[in-house]
T-cell receptor, first 114, second 115 residues
Framework: AQSVTQPDIHITVSEGASLELRCNYSYGATPYLFWYVQSPGQGLQLLLKYFSGDTLVQGIKGFEAEFKRSQSSFNLRKPSVHWSDAAEYFCAVGPGGNAGKSTFGDGTTLTVKP | DAGVIQSPRHEVTEMGQEVTLRCKPISGHNSLFWYRQTMMRGLELLIYFNNNVPIDDSGMPEDRFSAKMPNASFSTLKIQPSEPRDSAVYFC?????????????FGPGTRLTVL
């Protein structure tokens, strides 16, 4: 079974600064990887996903993530954070093929300082 | 499409009462998930269905919790009797199929408060 770890429970960055949220997964083969965002009072929304091919994937709202097989990581990045990016971010991993559902990490809460 | 629809959006009830949460998945989606989110425990998967059949209910905390999916367009999560520790936001999500590469689409959630 797959698992996912988000080492940082809470991160604070200044508006305009760069951001990197960490995600590590455990899965025997190449997994499917996702980042979701949850704005306050709302449900989760997909930011981006990785299935195969180019290891750097672009998502909505200016976010990108890089798949590194050697490190079992799929870190989320943004070059310049906006106050509206304050939210909770979830990494998820799905098994290959039609083997079942994706598993979510515990989430990282992002606070943006003015 | 209207997305995943959940009702009610807010529910306040007293301990011991029955609570029923409702979910309408996106039309054409074959898989449905119920999650619970609290500050203490984060996002927890309670149960999920595929083609209206429950696949895994190991996340359901107690026998007080039950879920049904009588047809492809409707699911309920029932708590009977409710307790204050059940207070949480309950999310329903749906996906096209039960597969690792499928995105889950989340509803807005039902905020449940049990007094």
């Amino acid at each position: 079974a797959q698992s996912v770890t988000q080492p940082d429970i809470h991160i604070t960055v200044s508006e305009g600064a760069s951001l990197e949220l960490r995600c590590n997964y455990s899965y025997g083969a190449t997994p499917y990887l996702f980042w979701y965002v949850q704005s306050p009072g709302q449900g989760l929304q997909l930011l981006l996903k990785y299935f195969s091919g180019d290891t750097l994937v672009q998502g909505i709202k200016g976010f990108e993530a890089e798949f590194k097989r050697s490190q079992s990581s799929f870190n989320l990045r943004k070059p310049s954070v906006h106050w509206s990016d304050a939210a909770e971010y979830f990494c998820a991993v799905g098994p290959g093929g039609n083997a079942g559902k994706s598993t979510f990490g515990d989430g990282t809460t992002l606070t943006v300082k003015p | 499409d209207a997305g995943v629809i959940q009702s009610p959006r807010h529910e306040v009830t007293e301990m011991g009462q029955e609570v029923t949460l409702r979910c309408k998945p996106i039309s054409g989606h074959n898989s449905l998930f119920w999650y619970r989110q609290t500050m203490m425990r984060g996002l927890e998967l309670l149960i999920y269905f595929n083609n209206n059949v429950p696949i895994d209910d190991s996340g359901m905390p107690e026998d007080r919790f039950s879920a049904k999916m009588p047809n492809a367009s409707f699911s309920t999560l029932k708590i009977q009797p409710s307790e204050p520790r059940d207070s949480a936001v309950y999310f329903c999500a749906s996906s096209l199929r039960l597969a690792g590469d499928d995105e889950q689409f989340f509803g807005p959630g039902t905020r449940l408060t049990v007094l």
